[in-house]
């Protein structure tokens, strides 16, 4: 009886394999994504999750990248915190200012406050106002795929990456960063338009002529912090000889004070320094600039060579001066060759 049972088994299990093609037996596989061209140009990638539904990102989701004024109805200088946490959910930490959605993650940079005297950045807009916001696809994505019109982007190179390029459009504020060699798309970043320049901080935009570009920091000749007088005149030599084997070169000094501060403090650091390099170098004061960098969390001096007329180093304070507690002036500041003597 057995053996009857098995026999029957075999035959209807034969029959089957003839008649759907060994469909039955296979072991459905996970499909694999299907690159599609939509009639508006744009690339799909579709999954089939069950009958007739697609999980997909669609030409608008594409576009969404790299579309002007913002990302999913979040406008930089015009948003909030509170709008995009309820647009996006959360941040990873709390009070932080990165997140994840399911396709992208996402990096916002928040206003810490409107314009304030002394300090070169900014916008005049409260508080937690969004002024960027930078968004990393978690799957592949090409400059290809988000068509962009490169008639109305800049196109540049970044100074230590050769092959990472950028297309900026500032007229409707987006930057596009990618592999030049792959074309990958890294990041799009949604930054101010041009409309909105009437809200940039006077000092901010002041702070680098028309016609010159800012120097790389990371090309900086040295920098040094709170060391004693005899390092710091090491260093100021060793840049002296610098400034002169580049003769057609400008030295740039620019001093930080600390959270707690004299009053004038960075700009006698600088003035000694270059003092300093006047009389003991006998380097010309037209080509050596002192420059008050304003506040860091700890004192700083930083030393740039650049040419002539060329790219133009910029203080870079990490302090608002409203946060500095200022130190009576009971001791005056005086230079010791070159550096702070109280």
């Not at 596989?29 to 579709?46: C, L, M, N, Y």
């Not at 795929?145 to 008639?151: F, H, V, W």
């Not at 074309?183 to 000092?203: F, I, W, Y």
């Not at 390099?277 to 080509?287: D, G, R, V």
Request: hydrophobic share 35%; charged share 25%; glycine share 8%.
């Amino acid at each position: 009886m057995l053996i009857l049972q098995m026999l029957q088994f075999r035959s209807l299990l034969l029959i089957a394999v003839l008649f759907f093609g060994g469909a039955a037996l296979v072991c459905p596989q996970k499909p694999k994504p299907i690159r599609a061209t939509w009639p508006e140009g744009s690339v799909a990638f579709a999954f089939p999750k069950e009958m007739n539904t697609f999980e997909v990102f669609t030409p608008a989701t594409t576009s969404a990248f790299s579309q002007a004024k913002g990302w999913r109805g979040i406008v930089p200088l015009h948003s909030s915190r509170r709008d995009l946490e309820r647009n996006v959910g959360s941040p990873k930490t709390l009070g932080g200012s990165s997140y994840e959605t399911t396709n992208e993650n996402v990096f916002v940079e928040y206003s810490d406050g409107p314009c304030e005297k002394g300090w070169p950045f900014g916008w005049d807009v409260p508080l937690g106002t969004v002024l960027m916001i930078s968004i990393s696809p978690k799957s592949t994505m090409l400059l290809s795929d988000l068509r962009i019109d490169e008639s109305k982007y800049q196109k540049s190179h970044e100074t230590h990456l050769n092959n990472m390029i950028h297309y900026v459009n500032y007229e409707d504020g987006v930057d596009v960063r990618a592999d030049e060699f792959s074309g990958k798309v890294l990041s799009v970043t949604h930054m101010p338009t041009a409309q909105d320049n009437h809200l940039r901080c006077p000092e901010a935009s002041r702070r680098l002529p028309p016609g010159r570009s800012q120097a790389d920091s990371f090309f900086k000749f040295d920098e040094y912090g709170d060391i004693p007088f005899s390092y710091e005149r090491e260093r100021l030599d060793l840049f002296a000889a610098e400034v002169k084997r580049q003769p057609n070169s400008e030295g740039y000094i620019i001093a930080y004070a600390g959270m707690i501060a004299h009053a004038g403090e960075a700009k006698a650091r600088a003035g000694c320094a270059k003092n300093y390099l006047i009389k003991k170098h006998h380097i010309k004061a037209k080509t050596v600039f002192a420059i008050d960098g304003g506040y860091r969390e700890t004192r700083l001096v930083e030393l740039y060579v650049e040419p002539r007329g060329g790219d133009l180093p910029l203080a870079r304070p990490t302090v608002r001066p409203s946060k500095v507690k200022i130190m009576g002036s009971k001791k005056s500041i005086s230079c010791d060759i070159g550096s702070l003597k109280k």
